[in-house]
């Protein structure tokens, strides 16, 4: 006979995916309604793309590649490629700043 938990468990986790695949819809809208503001600045409008862009890629790694349950060292990968991730994003922004490179003559 089956478990009357592991339906429960079963239908707690179907509820937790489709909560997640909701929120990846709602974060794609926003997307396109960002996209879609008039923003001047070019930094602010990356800005915002990159937020969303990270907090729908948490809710993926997360919740479906499992990474809310794991253990700390899958936690300290992660933050390790968001801080180089960080780093690189920083300098291809910073390499855009025409007053910030060197000219050489």
């Known amino acids: 006979m089956s478990d009357p938990h592991d339906t429960h468990d079963f239908q707690k ?11 990846l819809i709602v974060g794609t809208v926003v997307t396109v309604m ?9 930094a602010l409008t990356v800005a915002i793309a990159l937020f969303i862009a ?4 948490f809710l993926v790694a997360g919740y479906f590649m499992h990474l809310i349950s794991e253990k700390k060292m899958i936690y300290g990968i992660l933050l390790t490629t ?12 910073w390499s855009m ?7 050489i003559r």
């Open 54 to 57: 990270c907090v729908k890629g």
């Open 13 to 23: 986790s179907v509820k937790r995916y489709l909560f997640v695949f909701y929120a």
């Open 34 to 42: 960002a996209s879609r503001l008039h923003i001047n600045s070019v």
């Open 82 to 93: 968001v801080f180089f991730f960080a780093g690189l994003m920083y300098l291809t922004v």
């Open 97 to 103: 700043n025409p007053e910030s490179l060197v000219h």
